[in-house]
T-cell receptor, first 114, second 118 residues
Framework: KAGVTQTPRYLIKTRGQQVTLSCSPISGHRSVSWYQQTPGQGLQFLFEYFSETQRNKGNFPGRFSGRQFSNSRSEMNVSTLELGDSALYLC?????????????FGQGTRLTVV | AQKITQTQPGMFVQEKEAVTLDCTYDTSDPSYGLFWYKQPSSGEMIFLIYQGSYDQQNATEGRYSLNFQKARKSANLVISASQLGDSAMYFCAMRPDLLNSGYSTLTFGKGTMLLVSP
């Protein structure tokens, strides 16, 4: 069974550009979450999607947006990139057949803004 | 709101010894799940072990066990017989009960870097 797949793995962008990151969850998983990881702030929650609906959102500016498609694949977009957006972006998927299930993470997309 | 505190920025252990990584949490949710993840230098977060707040017994998974003390709000990870490959960053995390909260967002601690020496 394939794990969570994030593309691309590495990305270098210039300030002011926009970027789209993709996440394909484990087959059958309908919940997808995104997290930003930086050395200074640690792991911070961005978005959580379930069946194409955003059901939770972290405290990030409107430049950060996301969506989930009918096949559960998810994308997140960052517009007008800033140097501080340089981070490892992690996507996680969950099965959610009960109140608690573990989240499985992809290898992440390492974004560098120059 | 949920909060996870990991007070050990770094830990050193010799190969084959046991090590305990500390985690305390705070939440107003009546039920919740506690998780430990391992993050090697490659960046991927690897799920290790899970404990539900209503579970009576401590969770175990191979060399990993979770020392859950609900009254103290602690969920320490114990790694027995450490191996060189255990060197990594370890994160404690919690998520609310989806049925109560309507979402299952993970809240992470700052992490503990574990170094295993030969």
């Amino acid at each position: 069974k394939a794990g969570v797949t994030q593309t691309p793995r590495y990305l270098i962008k210039t300030r002011g550009q926009q970027v789209t990151l993709s996440c394909s969850p484990i087959s059958g998983h309908r919940s997808v979450s995104w997290y930003q990881q930086t050395p200074g702030q640690g792991l911070q929650f961005l978005f959580e999607y379930f069946s194409e609906t955003q059901r939770n959102k972290g405290n990030f500016p409107g430049r950060f947006s996301g969506r989930q498609f009918s096949n559960s694949r998810s994308e997140m977009n960052v517009s007008t990139l800033e140097l501080g957006d340089s981070a490892l972006y992690l996507c996680a998927s969950s099965l959610e057949y009960s109140g608690f299930t573990e989240a499985f993470f992809g290898q992440g997309t390492r974004l560098t803004v120059v | 709101a949920q909060k996870i505190t990991q007070t050990q920025p770094g830990m050193f252990v010799q190969e084959k010894e046991a090590v305990t990584l500390d985690c305390t949490y705070d939440t107003s949710d009546p039920s919740y799940g506690l998780f430990w993840y391992k993050q090697p230098s490659s960046g991927e977060m690897i799920f290790l072990i899970y404990q539900g707040s209503y579970d009576q017994q401590n969770a175990t998974e191979g060399r990993y066990s979770l020392n859950f003390q609900k009254a103290r709000k602690s969920a320490n990870l114990v790694i027995s017989a450490s191996q060189l490959g255990d060197s990594a960053m370890y994160f404690c995390a919690m998520r609310p009960d989806l049925l109560n909260s309507g979402y299952s967002t993970l809240t992470f601690g700052k992490g503990t870097m574990l170094l295993v020496s030969p």
